[in-house]
């Protein structure tokens, strides 16, 4: 009985964390829908479903760059997660995520984006006392701003700007 009643909690809890938020099919709109949640409203836990709903999608659709975009922001969430959700803090699973999302954006050739997630990923490394790593991720981050091939497309500042993020 009392696995039925934390079954059904869970489910409720989610719920709740999704109110308001209109069903979508698009990885794009659940990505920003994310965004809104988490930037706008603070409701880390309905973001942090919408971006893993964002990154199946994609995956679907084989929309690496929205993939990689929803791998970065629950690293972000995982790294400064706010006031309300800020029992989510882990910078540990912060960098795992933004692993993932250097490694996809990668291999799409959005290195604006790899510098950003570096540059990023310096404060989840600071927030676990790993200098330097943190050093090392910053680097990083100036090795791929400077790189010259990158993807015409990672234009980075229509992503990121419309959730409030700083561009570098």
């Not at 400064?80 to 989510?88: Q, T």
Request: hydrophobic share 35%; glycine share 6%; net charge neutral.
């Amino acid at each position: 009985m009392k696995q039925i009643y934390l079954y059904f909690s869970f489910f409720a809890f989610v719920g709740c964390a999704l109110v308001g938020v209109p069903e979508s099919g698009d990885p794009r709109v659940k990505l920003q829908q994310g965004v809104i949640l988490n930037n706008g409203q603070e409701r880390g836990i309905g973001a942090l479903h919408l971006f893993d709903q964002a990154i199946s999608l994609a995956k679907e659709k084989n929309d690496k760059e929205t993939e990689a975009t929803a791998e970065f922001y629950i690293g972000e969430i995982y790294k400064a997660p706010g006031k309300r959700s800020e029992h989510l803090r882990n910078p540990q699973t912060a960098l795992d995520h933004y692993s993932k999302a250097i490694s996809i954006y990668n291999e799409i050739k959005y290195y604006k984006s790899v510098s950003f997630v570096h540059w990023n990923s310096s404060a989840a490394y600071d927030q676990l006392n790993k200098k330097n790593d943190s050093c090392e991720a910053l680097k990083e981050s100036k090795k791929y701003a400077e790189k010259i091939d990158s993807n015409p497309k990672d234009t980075l500042a229509h992503v990121f700007n419309d959730g409030g993020m700083l561009v570098i």
